[in-house]
């Protein structure tokens, strides 16, 4: 008899006569550490085994124990070790471990545009895969040869029964990602909520929404200097749980291992030339969105609206890969949600300042931006920019009226009198301008869930406008194309009540060789026109900035 472990880490015992018995116990170097109950391991082991009582030299969560029962009532069970992370980077993790993986993703976080956020987190290897086309929507699950095609009219309740295959519940674990699943909603989702027309072309033919529940996570807690491998367990035969538990743990092992390699440098291609704004071309001429933004004012004037955000899209043949564009993307423009979503045949590249919607546990959170100045040159004249924002008629209208609509959409779904607004009209910076921020929070109605909070608060009103119904409906008749991924939201949903959420905005599309990247401005009764497209381009500048340096100085 020998002790079968799996990959170093707790494990059970086989007997040369057949006999099976679990132990969490670890085993490293021929010592076994950390048994619970050593006088029944030696009687079943019927051999001499070094034993010690010292805590192991690596520990696996959840004990093989723990692993049983919490294989018996969910369908995903996440198993981790922590390891040490002073010799890592988030972006040095994902190029070690996502290779050429088709889908992954790394999500990290720049807290009030100056501070790094606590965890970043890189998923690779789906277990599914969630696509929505219109009233079609497809799930590709990891060993299906073929994608499972279903019709849906519905494309919230399918993401929901989607996200039911992956339910777990038992864990406290000690970081906000668990077994949910990381992608994006587009902004024409919004058609599962409200009757908008839907009249325009689709010029970037990209899914309406897709969802993936990685098999492997890698999370960085940035506090504590540690980062958690996690292998996300699915259960397909709850009578064998020490299998499955013995593939996480292996799965765990192989991404240490590779993590202890060292480090591929990513080819990159010679410099081409300095890159001029001018490049990038624009879907409409600039005479034609200061042509919508007059007609925008003529429906303000007439009482359809109070306030629209309208848009203009750019595009540039883009050779590189969407992590150069992260990386630089990432030191030009830190912001509180910076991503990179990698799909088979196209990817998002992000650093958006504003979330759609975060929940946690019962507390439902929208943070609405609205109010824009560019950055100062100097300390100086960054004050009276800011000064000069805060004193603006036209900007502090505007940004309590958002406030207003998302007061209205917490408390759609938030238990009465519990929404408060917890900070009102401050400042946040960012590499090319600074916004009026302002938080509101409520507490959910135990009858709804996070499907509830996205259906009440999607698309956000900084990205839409007031009343949004017929702010939509406007923005599709002055706006060329669909808008695809801008002006949704990207982020996670787990089904623990947990889910973090961010507008889809300073972000770009690459796709078949071309980069996309699309902006807006919010236009108000007294809005002038040439002021309103300039903002269109102070807010596009940080792709612009991004691409300019992997164009020519990224190495």
Not at 39 to 44: G, I, L, R, T
Not at 46 to 51: A, V
Not at 105 to 111: A, C, D, N, T
Not at 264 to 278: C, G, K, N, Q, S
């Amino acid at each position: 008899m020998a002790p079968r472990c799996a990959s170093k880490g707790v494990g059970f015992l086989i007997q040369r006569e057949g006999g099976v018995k679990g132990f969490d116990f670890d085993f490293f170097r021929g010592v076994i550490y950390g048994v619970k109950n050593a006088n029944e391991f030696v009687s079943f082991a019927g051999g001499s085994f070094e034993l010690s009582e010292q805590e192991s030299p690596f520990l696996i969560h959840p004990s093989l124990a723990q692993f049983r029962v919490l294989a018996g009532r969910d369908k995903l069970v996440p198993v981790y070790r922590e390891i040490l992370a002073d010799l890592d980077t988030p972006v040095s993790v994902f190029l070690k471990v996502a290779g050429k993986d088709p889908y992954s993703f790394l999500l990290e976080s720049v807290q009030g545009g100056e501070k790094w956020g606590r965890f970043s987190m890189i998923g690779i290897r789906p277990l599914a895969i969630f696509k929505a086309f219109g009233q079609r929507v497809e799930i590709h699950r990891q060993g299906q040869a073929s994608p499972h095609t279903i019709p849906c009219q519905d494309i919230m309740q399918a993401l929901k029964e989607f996200m039911l295959g992956f339910q777990t519940t038992g864990l406290d674990l000690p970081f906000p990602f668990q077994g949910g699943a990381v992608g994006y909603l587009g902004y024409d989702v919004v058609r599962c909520f409200e009757k908008i027309p839907d009249e325009n072309p689709d010029r970037l033919r990209l899914p309406d929404a897709l969802f993936m529940v990685p098999e492997t996570v890698v999370i960085f807690d940035n506090l504590s200097g540690k980062m958690n491998v996690v292998a996300n367990v699915l259960i397909t035969d709850p009578s064998d749980p020490e299998t499955l538990y013995q593939r996480g743990v292996e799965r765990i092992a192989a991404i240490v291992s590779t993590l202890r390699k060292p480090l591929p440098i990513p080819a990159t291609p010679p410099m081409t030339h300095a890159l001029r704004e001018e490049a990038f071309v624009s879907e409409v001429t600039r005479e034609q969105f200061e042509s919508s933004v007059a007609r925008a004012k003529e429906y303000i004037a007439a009482g359809d609206i109070m306030q629209v955000v309208l848009s203009q899209r750019l595009s540039i043949p883009y050779a590189r890969s969407p992590l150069s564009l992260y990386r630089a993307l990432r030191t030009t423009n830190p912001s509180p949600y910076l991503f990179l979503l990698q799909a088979d045949d196209f990817a998002l590249v992000g650093s958006s300042p504003e979330i759609l919607v975060r929940q946690e546990g019962d507390v439902v959170t929208v943070r609405p931006i609205a109010g824009t100045r560019p950055r100062g040159a100097t300390p100086k004249e960054d004050l009276e920019l800011e000064q000069d924002l805060l004193a603006d008629p036209k900007e502090l209208a505007e940004h309590i009226m958002l406030v207003d609509l998302g007061r209205n959409d917490v408390g759609r779904v938030a238990v009465t009198g519990s929404v408060k607004v917890t900070e009102i009209k401050v400042i946040e910076r960012y590499s090319h301008v600074m916004h009026i921020v302002s938080n509101v929070e409520g507490r959910l109605r135990p009858d709804l869930d996070s499907f509830s909070i996205i259906a009440a608060t999607f698309p956000a009103g900084t990205v839409s406008g007031a009343p949004k119904i017929r702010a939509m409906e406007i923005i599709e008749e002055l706006e060329p194309s669909r808008r695809g991924p801008y002006a949704g939201a990207v982020g996670y949903l787990t089904s623990r009540g947990f889910m973090d959420l961010a507008l889809t905005i300073r972000t770009a599309v690459i796709k078949d060789s071309t980069l996309f990247i699309q902006a807006g401005a919010g236009i108000v009764a007294d809005s002038d026109p040439a002021r309103e497209y300039e903002e269109t381009l102070n807010k596009a500048r940080a792709i612009f900035r991004a691409v300019h340096m992997v164009q020519t100085d990224l190495e």
